[in-house]
């Protein structure tokens, strides 16, 4: 029973970090529409300039990671300038199609740059086990799980009780009419997408500082597309549960099913979920009822 | 809108004729040897890659500077980049083997790409050598001739990683009732030592868990758990890239004592250590050549190659495992057209047959190691017309948290093992695909 | 002046109907396939048949699969390596296990790619745009770690598998030349069934679903049929495909090289080729297959010696500006641009 615990508080932590990609994805497409599938290139985006500055030009991660912040604001602007304004009114499919470029164009860009070894990212985030009775805790997992529940306080905050939150939320649930009053569509774009680059730096800290810096960390978005479907793809509290439950079900199920019929199946399993979830209600668990007209 | 797309188009269809163009150009260089390089400095693997090609194109960048080539023949390098994909590496390999005076010897740096120009090479007669990967089975060199699986394979290196073990726990009776862990990246990579080891437990009467973690394995804990829960004596880990320090980071925080994890040959390198951080102290793993930069060799290297401005990297992967590996590789290579230019004439580049009848009969004793600058860095090779690995012999070495320290002497192979495997497979293999193995004296 | 269709009257309604209506396009057709058939293996090169060739035709035929779903019947899928897998992996079993002549065994390969195609295709009657992008990509995953199962490769010791010789009706397809002329055939006979699906009247309630699926459903069509149909027939040829690209192209097969960066690559092709146009699906994929081997060749032809690395990382950068400047500047890929040509041709060189 013990060990059922730490399974699945283990699966929980991994959720959270899985969340923590899938936060980015939810804050795009809630204020834009826009299935963001660049996410997690720029995660690794981030993370390769915080590590790549600390590591390659020896600046101190106190000054790295608020440049990394506002190279994410630049890198908003250009993909307002040069993608958004230009496919505006384009259907969604075409969108998301644009952000597999984005994708692809960042990871680019970010290798141009820094190659494509790999890195570390050690910010120094306690990493030792840590017993509490005897369930084994990890302190990096807890320092982890922290970061993400102030972050989503913030987040909750700019979007519930500033100007711009309420712009944002009005341009989620209509672009005309958010326009007829007079919010300016653009500068909105640049935000939204500037406050995911922030939670993609978050995200490229915890994750680089996990893996080492390098190019496969754009998988771990294979990882939280499916936490996106589950938790619906506008809600934020819906992005932490759903990785709540991908996480620990995944990791449940690597335990208790893999030795069964053979072993890492993780990949695969969260799909799963997901999609069985989704056949029975395609919207996610807290995704805004789709409603079809003609 | 569609003028500017229009002109845009154009100059991309002119280019793609100036560069078409120049793939059929005719480039040859009679004097000089040509060395294709099918590198991945890019990729999901490129961590490994790039030591790997940098430490081979130095190589020959020292033997062309210090001595002018080999008898004056200089080496002409050229690399592609395979990404480490299958479909990138054939059109690599078909694009370079003809190039220069013709390719004689191609290092495929994976296992898909060997098997995709396994059936190629045959038909060029181009010698490839594999370092470990590949066809285990083409240790057996009566039915591929031109494969060379020098110096070792993860049959032979598990089955010296196992008689490490042993001895460590005092003698092959002790592993009586022990639990040993592998734990391996979810492929046909980590599943090919199973063999070896499933025959040595039940020989030896410990208990073998076979723990597969999915790639590219970001997210490990479920498997550590399962681990730890087993408490192993020992766990042998064959990840392969961003799986390995995951794997590390991941034991370390589940208080598995790293000292008892070896990884396997192609766990081995710096960047399964690095990016680990201090949870990688005290991590072994078993490798096929010597660890660290403390060679002779590298003072060349320095002088000629280094302070000449001439390195193909940064500088900074001097030294790393992969590094060596690629210096070791281009050393085989060298070696190999060296013996060949003594047969058959010295001073002038050698030809297919001439390459592959030196791979075929190579000898590089340690005495000659030595002389290379190379001594206990280069494995010695003794190759055989049945035997196209070796020795296979492999020594353990342990991460301190800056490098690696190397831990034991060679290790010897379990080759009554190890050759009737090859041989089994190969022959199957040769079955398949209609090859009468060729006679051996 | 060049593409003139005045004077080309169509006197019946078989003529107005065909395929190529106008005379200037027969010719074209016609030519290139004689330029295929015939010019190519007697001019080109070695490594262009093996290295060049060989992988466009393969790409084209799964891109042409593709399109059908994405650009014919808007069912978007990221899955595509997986069932080139599974065709791939299908082929050798049936092929190493049973004693199937070799057209059969392409024949059974493709039609249980098929099969798999309709069960992952299950959740797009509830799942729509890209939340069922999402979900193929448990049809990649899935697949992947399936296939790579010891028993799908028999047990290999390396999991790497060679592939059988190929052998149609008595002709053992083992030069480079001979495996050219097989996938030429099956792509050019495979292009055109899906060129005449497309024209038909599944074809037609594939882009009713596409336009607008509920309307699509008021005016009777059945979706759940037309979608599953749409997930069979493109898996199929995609399953081809996969077929082709182990027996012919590598001659090995390894169910990790079907990840899903091969899905993304077919996607780009339709995408660049242009989406709903068989003849974009062709051009996508001579352009995706061309441009990394441009991109590698040229540097160093013009004295800009670029290192293999920072050749990747611009390949990658390109790939992805590309994408996205073809999605603003012609959503329909050079399929459209092929048209513009065509269109300037018929006023060429009198534009008024």
Redesign the interface.
């Known amino acids: 029973m013990m060990f059922f615990f730490e399974v699945l508080i283990g699966g929980l932590m991994s959720g959270i970090m899985y969340a923590l990609v899938a936060l980015g994805f939810v804050l795009i497409f809630k204020a834009s529409g826009v299935f963001n599938f660049a996410q997690a290139a720029m995660v690794l985006f981030a993370a390769m300039f915080i590590a790549g500055m600390h590591g390659d030009w020896g600046v101190p991660y106190w000054m790295a990671i608020p440049i990394t912040i506002l190279l994410m604001l630049g890198l908003a602007w250009i993909i307002e300038r040069v993608v958004l304004r230009q496919l505006v009114n384009q259907e969604p499919i075409i969108m998301f199609m644009a952000t597999i470029g984005i994708f692809f164009a960042i990871i680019g860009f970010a290798e141009i740059i820094w190659g494509s070894r790999s890195r570390t990212l050690d910010i120094g985030i306690p990493d030792q086990p840590l017993f509490i009775g005897d369930m084994l805790f990890q302190q990096y997992d807890i320092v982890t799980a922290i970061a993400v529940a102030v972050l989503v306080v913030l987040l909750l905050i700019f979007s519930q009780r500033t100007r711009m939150g309420r712009v944002l939320r009005a341009v989620a649930d209509d672009h005309q009419a958010a326009q007829s009053v007079g919010i300016k569509l653009n500068t909105v774009w640049v935000v939204v997408w500037f406050v995911a680059g922030i939670v993609a730096v978050v995200a490229g800290i915890v994750w680089g500082g996990a893996l080492g810096v390098q190019p496969v960390m754009v998988d771990v978005a294979f990882k939280a597309l499916p936490v996106l479907l589950l938790g619906g793809l506008t809600s934020i509290p819906g992005a932490i549960i759903a990785g709540l439950i991908i996480g620990s079900g995944e990791a449940l199920a690597e335990v208790y099913l893999g030795p069964i019929i053979g072993g890492g199946i993780d990949n695969w399993f969260a799909y799963i979920i997901a999609m069985a979830f989704m056949v029975w209600r395609p919207e996610g668990l807290f995704g805004e009822k789709i409603i079809e007209r003609i | 809108?569609?003028t500017?797309?229009?002109k845009k188009?154009a100059m991309i269809g002119l280019?793609?004729a100036?560069?078409?163009g120049?793939?059929?150009?005719a480039q040859a260089q009679a004097s000089e040897q040509y060395l294709p390089s099918l590198?991945y400095?890019?990729?999901?693997f490129?961590?490994s890659g790039?030591g790997f090609?940098d430490g081979f194109a130095d190589y020959v960048t020292l033997i062309n500077e210090r001595d002018g080539g080999i008898n004056g023949v200089r080496i002409r390098l050229e690399?592609?980049?395979t990404?480490y994909?299958?479909?990138?590496g054939?059109?690599c390999?078909?694009?370079l083997k003809?190039r220069g005076n013709g390719a004689t010897v191609v290092a495929p740096l994976s296992?898909?790409i060997t098997?995709?120009v396994?059936?190629?090479s045959r038909r060029d007669g181009i010698v490839l050598s594999t370092m470990g990967y590949?066809?285990?089975?083409a240790a057996y060199g009566r039915v591929l001739d031109n494969v060379f699986m020098v110096p070792t394979t993860y049959w032979s290196s598990m089955t010296a990683t196992l008689s490490y073990i042993a001895e460590q726990e005092g003698g092959w009776d002790n592993l009586r009732g022990k639990d040993i862990v592998h734990a391996f990246h979810?492929?046909?990579?980590g599943?090919?030592p199973l063999?070896v080891l499933r025959h040595y437990a039940e020989e030896y009467g410990f208990t073998l868990h076979?723990?597969?973690?999915?790639?590219?394995g970001?997210?490990q804990?479920?498997?550590w758990?399962?681990i730890?829960?087993i408490n192993p004596d020992w766990v042998s880990l064959y990840g392969w890239?961003?799986m390995n320090?995951?794997a590390i980071?991941t034991a370390?925080?589940?208080?598995i004592p790293r000292e008892r994890m070896i990884g396997g040959i192609y766990a081995a390198q710096d960047?399964a250590v690095?990016?680990?951080?201090?949870?990688a102290v005290g991590y072994k793993a078993v490798t096929f050549h010597g660890p660290g930069a403390d060679y002779p060799i590298y003072e060349d290297l320095q002088r000629y190659v280094y302070d000449a401005g001439l390195a193909a990297g940064d500088g900074d992967?001097t030294g790393t495992i992969a590094y060596n590996r690629g210096l070791i590789n281009a050393g085989y290579i060298i070696e190999a057209w060296r013996q060949a230019q003594a047969e058959f004439g010295e001073g002038r580049p050698s030809t297919r047959e001439e390459t592959l009848w030196a791979w075929q009969q190579l000898q590089i004793p340690e005495s000659r190691t030595e002389e290379l600058g190379m001594g206990g860095l280069m494995p010695p090779v003794n190759i055989t017309c049945e035997n196209h690995e070796g020795d296979g012999r492999v020594l353990v070495q342990q991460w301190d948290g800056e490098n690696w320290v190397q831990l034991t002497d060679w290790i010897d192979t379990n080759r009554e093992l190890v050759e009737p495997m090859y041989r089994e497979?190969a022959m199957r293999?040769a079955q398949?695909?209609g090859i009468t193995p060729r006679e051996c004296d | 002046m060049i593409y003139r269709e005045s004077g080309q009257f169509k006197k019946s309604y078989a003529a107005d109907q065909a395929i190529l209506p106008l005379r200037q396009d027969q010719v074209f057709l016609i030519g290139a396939l004689l330029v295929a058939f015939l010019v190519i293996p007697m001019v080109a090169s070695n490594y262009v048949m093996n290295a060049l060739l060989l992988p466009f035709l393969i790409y084209a035929l799964a891109a042409i699969g593709l399109n059908l779903l994405v650009g014919y019947c808007g069912q978007i899928s990221l899955g595509t390596g997986g069932f080139m897998a599974v065709g791939a992996f299908a082929a050798w079993n049936l092929a190493t296990r049973t004693e199937l002549p070799m057209p059969v065994v392409f024949l059974l390969a493709g039609l249980i790619t098929a099969g798999t195609g309709v069960l992952f295709g299950l959740p797009a009657l509830r799942i729509k745009g890209f939340y069922l992008a999402v979900t193929t990509l448990a049809a990649q995953f899935f697949l992947i770690w399936l296939l790579q199962r010891p028993w799908f490769n028999n047990y290999s010791p390396t999991g790497v598998i060679s592939a059988p010789e190929v052998n149609m009706f008595g002709w053992v397809v083992d030069s480079v030349t001979d495996r050219y002329y097989l996938a030429l055939i099956i792509l050019v006979v495979m292009a055109l069934l899906a060129k005449n699906i497309v024209r038909s009247s599944t074809g037609r309630k594939w882009m009713a679903i596409r336009d607008m699926d509920v309307a699509a459903e008021i005016i009777g069509i059945r979706p759940m049929a037309t979608k599953l149909k749409a997930f069979a027939v493109s898996s199929f040829f995609v399953g081809i495909a996969g077929v082709l690209w182990g027996f012919l192209y590598l001659g090995q097969l390894e169910a990790e090289a079907f990840n899903i960066y091969v899905s993304f690559d077919v996607l780009f092709m339709i995408i660049i080729g242009g989406l709903g146009s068989i003849l974009g699906s062709i051009l996508g994929a001579a352009f995706v297959v061309l441009v990394p081997i441009f991109l590698n060749v040229v540097p160093s032809a013009i004295g800009l010696p670029l290192s293999t690395a920072m050749i990747s990382y611009v390949e990658i950068f390109i790939f992805g500006s590309l994408i996205i400047f073809f999605l603003i500047v012609e959503p329909h890929g050079m399929a459209r641009l092929w048209s513009i040509i065509k269109q300037k041709l018929r006023l060429w060189p009198f534009p008024y």
Not at chain 2, 186 to 189: E, K, L, N, R
Not at chain 2, 274 to 279: E, H, I, K, Q, T
């Open positions: 809108m569609t500017p797309f229009l188009a280019g793609a100036i560069g078409l120049s793939v059929f150009a590198v400095r890019t990729g999901p490129a961590p790039i090609a690399e592609c980049e990404a994909a299958n479909d990138r054939v059109e390999y078909e694009r003809d296992t898909g098997y995709a396994i059936p190629r590949g066809r285990a089975d979810d492929s046909a990579y599943r090919e063999a076979e723990m597969a973690i999915s790639p590219p970001v997210e804990r479920s498997v758990q399962q730890r829960r890239g961003v320090p995951t980071r370390a925080s589940m208080g960047d690095l990016p680990a951080g201090s949870a992967l497979s293999y398949e695909e």
